[in-house]
């Protein structure tokens, strides 16, 4: 297990630059933005997939720091009721996927799109609840636009041999680990998570039971290291469906943090140590999204707490057990 970085919040800085900082901070992997929300400051897709020398000047940049790429990103919404933009979420995800193929990464991370509640509706909608009944009806209108569209995804990752890690993200149609597991079960063993605990806290869930949950399963693609801390006295209030702005920090029920600031070094080794347990072994890739702290700072003080928390050599024999 090694320690990445999500590369969006430096995407202000030049590829070399920002390669050079991470790999002076203790940094082996990162997660680089080619599409959708993450942009793709460090790495244009279609260039990429068209110019080989484009291709070898990221290689190149790569061995100069010593680091590897964990997972190619585009978060997007293929499911969109809009054509228009499922239509370029779509195109963005298969050619990630074709790119990652070209590199030899084994991951793309993503989302897993929200369809809108009906055929002739206009904008996507997160149910939440099956009553009243027209909600369970919209929900399984959802499950079908996403499975007739996972299906296909999911059979292009397998001939390029990629594997699609969702994040579970409030607002798309897979938000937590069941409905994870369905979306699976509908499709391949190419659709997995990207295991990003910041959004399973604030809906209350055990971080560690999920890993162990969705490890039976082998479902656990790639890792985001990411923290929330729930304020209490706000939530007591209004509960955690808060739609307060993200930069009215004083007034959220709850707000995304850097690693050891939600929860303290103790649960963030609970939780690697569960991890290495179902067989994890790849990246926690920092994604930084504190308001509270500068990007690098936050990057820093995360890096050190997971500094302290993964473990760098493999298991040795139990000798005492013999």
Request: glycine share 8%; proline share 4%; charged share 25%.
């Amino acid at each position: 297990m090694d320690i990445g970085v999500l590369t969006v919040p430096l995407g202000g800085e030049s590829r070399a630059d920002a390669f050079e900082y991470l790999s002076g901070i203790g940094v082996s992997a990162v997660e680089l933005g080619v599409g959708g929300w993450p942009g793709e400051a460090h790495t244009d897709r279609e260039t990429l997939l068209a110019d080989a020398d484009a291709r070898e000047a990221l290689r190149a940049d790569l061995d100069e720091h010593d680091l590897r790429v964990s997972a190619f990103a585009t978060h997007n919404n293929p499911l969109h009721p809009d054509e228009e933009q499922a239509a370029e979420a779509d195109r963005e995800l298969r050619e990630a996927v074709e790119l990652a193929d070209e590199f030899g990464v084994d991951t793309v991370t993503c989302f897993s799109g929200l369809p809108a509640g009906g055929p002739n509706d206009e904008v996507p909608n997160w149910v939440t609840a099956p009553w009243p009944t027209e909600h369970a009806d919209a929900h399984d209108y959802q499950w079908g636009v996403a499975e007739e569209y996972w299906t296909d995804l999911a059979a292009h990752a397998d001939y390029h041999g990629v594997d699609l890690a969702i994040e579970m993200h409030p607002n798309m149609l897979v938000y937590e680990p069941h409905g994870m597991l369905k979306l699976r079960e509908l499709t391949n063993e190419r659709v997995g998570v990207n295991f990003d605990p910041s959004h399973l806290y604030w809906q209350g869930i055990d971080v560690t039971e999920a890993v162990r949950f969705l490890g039976e399963h082998d479902a656990i693609h790639h890792v985001h290291a990411k923290d929330t801390k729930v304020y209490e006295s706000q939530a007591r209030e209004k509960g955690v469906l808060d739609t307060t702005d993200y930069t009215d920090e004083q007034n959220r029920s709850w707000l995304f943090r850097s690693v050891g600031y939600g929860h303290g070094e103790e649960h963030w080794k609970d939780l690697v140590s569960t991890l290495r347990m179902v067989g994890y072994d790849g990246a926690l890739s920092i994604e930084h999204e504190d308001s509270l702290t500068s990007s690098r700072e936050g990057l820093e003080k995360a890096v050190d707490v997971l500094d302290r928390a993964v473990f760098e050599t493999t298991p040795g024999d139990a000798y005492w057990a013999e």
